[in-house]
């Protein structure tokens, strides 16, 4: 199946896999949707595509490890179980894959809110403020005092005709809960933009230069700009155009370059101090890098 860029509300159950049990339909769901998903105990690759409204996945059933990543970046490993929560701004499509650590069946709850009730909720919380307030990405959470605003919602969708008052009264209430305890100003109010502010990304990038031949860890990253290791990737790669992964091979590409040129080191002997312990390796990164092999860059030279 083709994924596209982007879906909407109402088919993003589409691209999941399991099957759907479960879920809102008519008149009186117009600001929530909502999806009762029956997974299977193991899943490969498949692909999420982006929406524009906030994305919750709520498990409620089964435990299981899941593994996540954007445009081709590192894999984020989380382990979930009942009451684990995901929660996702707009952005760009995700991988996704898992497999289950019990023979307890594996359920999830897919829960979208409409755009124009979160703008709403975020007036309320931020005020004036609220075109600078933007929901964080969340991964493997639990959040008890939502959990029974979600169980509601799910019964209001397994009745024959569900109450428009009630669903919209859900709505509301899961609305301002997301705003007040997920979302968090930026831009000019403060000094932030939709990417890594300058400040933390310098610090981030200065790190990655004075540990180049560490092995690559976004935890370790993630920490240095005080951010989750989902967050911190999006907004690194929205502010550099490539993920913390790929910045780190051009860091170490750019010094390989300046060591064969100002140096008489051999080409292993380079390629241990930029990180690489494996010669073939290091030599088909820098081919693809330069359009050269190690021993030929340097000839040049």
Same mark, same amino acid.
């Given at each position: !199946?083709? $994924? ?10 589409? +691209? ?20 009762? !998903?029956?997974?299977?105990?193991? #899943?490969?690759? &498949? ?9 919750? $996945? ?47 069946? +594996? ?14 909720? =975020? ?11 933007? =929901? ?17 919602? %799910? ?9 428009? =008052? *009630? ?14 305890? +997920? ?11 939709? #990417? ?15 540990? *180049?031949?560490?092995?690559?860890? *976004?935890?370790? =990253? ?7 290791? &989902? ?15 790929? +910045? ?6 750019? #010094? ?17 101090? $930029? ?11 820098? %081919? ?14």
């Amino acid at each position: !199946m083709t $994924v596209p860029e982007t879906t909407s509300a109402e088919a993003i159950d589409r +691209y999941a896999v399991g099957r759907r049990m479960a879920g809102s339909k008519g008149p009186a769901w117009r600001d929530i949707q909502l999806t009762v !998903m029956a997974l299977p105990p193991v #899943a490969e690759i &498949f692909t999420m595509p982006a929406v524009t409204e906030p994305f919750l $996945v709520w498990t409620t059933s089964g435990e299981a490890e899941t593994q996540e990543r954007e445009n081709e970046g590192p894999w984020l490993t989380s382990r979930v179980k009942k009451g684990s929560m995901f929660l996702t701004a707009a952005g760009a499509p995700y991988d996704f894959r898992y497999r289950t650590l019990t023979s307890e069946p +594996y359920e999830v709850v897919l829960v979208l809110l409409s755009v124009p009730l979160f703008h709403e909720a =975020l007036q309320e919380v931020f005020g004036a403020n609220a075109a600078n307030a933007r =929901l964080r990405d969340l991964s493997g959470f639990e959040d008890p005092l939502l959990v029974p605003l979600l169980q509601q919602l %799910r019964s209001e969708a397994e009745r024959p005709a569900a109450s428009r =008052l *009630l669903v919209r009264g859900l709505a509301q209430a899961i609305a301002i809960h997301l705003a007040r305890n +997920y979302a968090a100003l930026t831009d000019a109010v403060r000094g932030e933009t939709s #990417a890594l502010p300058g400040f933390k990304l310098r610090r981030v990038t200065d790190w990655m230069a004075e540990h *180049l031949a560490e092995e690559f860890s *976004l935890g370790r =990253l993630a920490e240095q700009a005080g951010m989750s290791e &989902f967050h911190f990737n999006r907004l690194f790669k929205r502010a550099t155009g490539v993920p913390p992964s790929q +910045y780190q091979i051009k860091l170490r590409m750019d #010094a390989a370059r300046r060591l064969m040129r100002e140096t008489k080191r051999s080409v292993i002997t380079i390629a241990n101090e $930029v990180g690489y312990s494996n010669p073939s390796h290091f030599a088909q990164l820098f %081919r693809k890098e330069t359009g050269l092999s190690p021993t030929d860059y340097r000839r040049q030279r």
